[in-house]
């Protein structure tokens, strides 16, 4: 279950399952620490980091910290004790009584855990809910400027479990050990610069005890690159063509931003997807054909300042399996909208198609056929101010807004939230600031519709769950390409056209390697 998401009311609740179900505290704790204890001596040798401070916070968390204390203790660590506060829970307090019988040493200041070379964070774990302040908030602000790598365990000590937000102040760490599931604020981007890099730590939580309380569908997962490529419409019979392949009707540009259309183009394009036809003014129509040979295009009537004015009267006589809308169309598309809208296939919304829907979002709502809408914060901002309002974070407006819609959401960001009408919700636990570029968002757009229009012609595929294959797998696809250019290219040099043309070769990859686990 490495792809659970779990807030801290839920983990309390998945752990009172276990303690019911007759496991000791105690040993639950041994086997916790036990594994951190392993995974530093794994990545930070006694001979590189012979000095290891330990943060300790009364709770349970700083329990696991003395615990892992005491076995690098034995490992051959020298190994310094500093309590955050005088009052301890009794397992907590039992085992910093064991150390002191074993001579480890004990500090008053945080200023000789600066001596150290590795800081274990044991302070507060899941569950913290009240700010840092005082001497706590001055010992995270010392150990903040020192040079140490740090460790968390569960969470960095300071960050609240649920919305990742900082409580007062916070350690910054180096590693969060997240144990047993996943915790929600570490997919919060508040939490991300204070997270470092994040690792699960599972202790053989049993499957009941997960059931019990989220049921056999977790409303919220990270997305793992497994779930992804199975959401991919492949395999393709071998008898196939491409007019089973999908066709996609993409709308997009304007006279200013023509190039949106294009690199709309390139990324429906590297989908995969059996026919494409752009729309576009005219006055773009011989410019997107000289650079998408590969696609039908249709020069649309446009307005005095280059935007397309309304669609052809004809526009209708080929079925299209789906419509992506919005790359560089501009505001005044009023026309366009109407008529799509009432269009009985998938519906990608983008960009200026969602500023258009942000002023009348009930329009949604009167829609047969699914939508699927892949707005960023701002976007989102203005379509839902109130889900924003009353939610404690961005992750639970995203499943209010796409449940009272209903439509399926792509809420973009450093980690990309992908939610089901259902409220069903996935979480991108990795992308890449390299594809902070204008034009990236174009390229998911177009590789999301031409997803989508595949899915619809394959056999026995409802349409929701056809946009809800292609949110995931394309958003995926996407971020991974952009984490691909960025080891090669380096973060700068991610361009988004460079991005659409990647996008094939950095799958193969990933679809090698699970044809591979397939065969064994």
């Known amino acids: 279950m490495n792809h659970v998401i779990v807030t801290a009311e839920q983990m309390r609740a998945i752990e009172g399952q276990m303690f019911a179900g007759g496991i000791p505290v105690a040993a639950l704790m041994e086997k916790v620490a036990g594994r951190i204890a392993d995974w530093i001596v794994r990545h930070y040798s006694l001979v590189q980091f012979p000095k290891v401070g330990c943060l300790v916070g009364p709770g349970h968390n700083g329990g ?20 955050l506060t005088e009052k301890r829970k009794d397992l907590t307090a039992a085992h910093g009584t064991y150390l002191n019988y074993l001579g480890v040493s004990t500090t008053a200041t945080v200023a000789d855990l600066q001596c150290c070379d590795l800081i274990v964070d044991g302070g ?24 140490q790598p740090v ?37 919060q981007e508040a939490a991300r610069p204070w997270r470092g890099n994040v690792h699960l730590i599972p202790f053989d939580i049993p499957e009941q005890a997960i059931a019990a309380v989220l049921g056999h569908t977790p409303p919220l997962q990270q997305l793992t690159a497994a779930a992804a490529l199975a959401h991919l419409p492949l395999p393709r019979s071998a008898t196939t063509h491409k007019y089973k392949a999908g066709h996609l009707l993409l709308i997009a540009g304007s006279r200013r931003y023509g190039g ?9 394009i590297a989908s995969g997807v059996g026919m494409l036809t752009v729309l576009v003014p005219e006055s773009l129509r011989a410019m997107v054909l000289s ?33 992506a809308c919005g790359p560089g169309m501009t505001p005044n598309i009023s026309p366009v909208m109407m008529a799509l809208l009432a269009y009985p296939a998938p519906l990608l919304l983008d960009a200026d198609a969602l500023n258009w829907v942000a002023l009348q979002p009930e329009r949604l ?13 701002g976007e989102f901002r203005r379509l839902f101010p109130e889900a924003l309002a009353t939610a404690t974070d961005p992750i639970a407006a995203a499943q209010r807004a796409a449940q009272r819609t209903p439509c399926t959401l792509i809420l973009k960001g450093a980690n990309s939230v992908i939610t089901a009408p259902t409220g069903q919700q996935w979480i991108m636990a990795d992308s890449t600031p390299a594809l902070a570029r204008g034009g990236s968002g174009d390229v998911l757009t177009g590789l999301i519709g031409g997803l989508m229009a595949q899915h619809v012609k394959r056999s026995g595929v409802a349409p929701q769950q056809a946009v809800l294959s292609a949110a995931i797998s394309g958003a995926w ?13 380096t973060e700068l040099g991610c361009s988004p ?8 070769a950095a799958l193969a990859p990933w679809l090698s390697s699970q044809s591979r686990i397939q065969l064994h």
């Open 64 to 83: 696991d910290a003395l615990v892992v204390a005491r076995e690098l203790h034995h490992q051959g660590y020298h190994v310094q004790i500093h309590y």
């Open 124 to 147: 507060f774990g899941f569950g913290l809910g009240r700010p840092i302040a005082g001497a706590i908030a001055q010992t995270f602000t010392t150990l903040n400027d020192g040079p």
């Open 151 to 187: 460790i968390s365990i569960d969470l960095p000590s300071g960050l609240h479990t649920d919305t990742g937000a900082v409580l007062g102040t916070a350690i910054a760490a180096t590693h969060t050990l997240c144990l047993g599931l996943w915790k929600r604020g570490l997919f």
């Open 260 to 268: 949106a259309a294009l690199l709309a183009g390139k990324g429906a």
């Open 291 to 323: 650079q998408l040979p590969e696609a039908l295009v249709i020069g649309a009537a446009e307005t005095e300042d280059g935007a397309i004015a309304a669609l052809p009267d004809n526009w209708q006589d080929t079925n299209y399996d789906a419509i």
């Open 365 to 377: 709502t009167h829609r047969t056929a699914p939508t699927l809408l892949t707005p960023h914060l």
């Open 477 to 489: 696809w996407h971020a991974m390409t952009g984490q691909a250019i960025s080891q090669t290219h």
């Open 497 to 504: 056209t460079h991005l659409a043309t990647t996008l094939p």
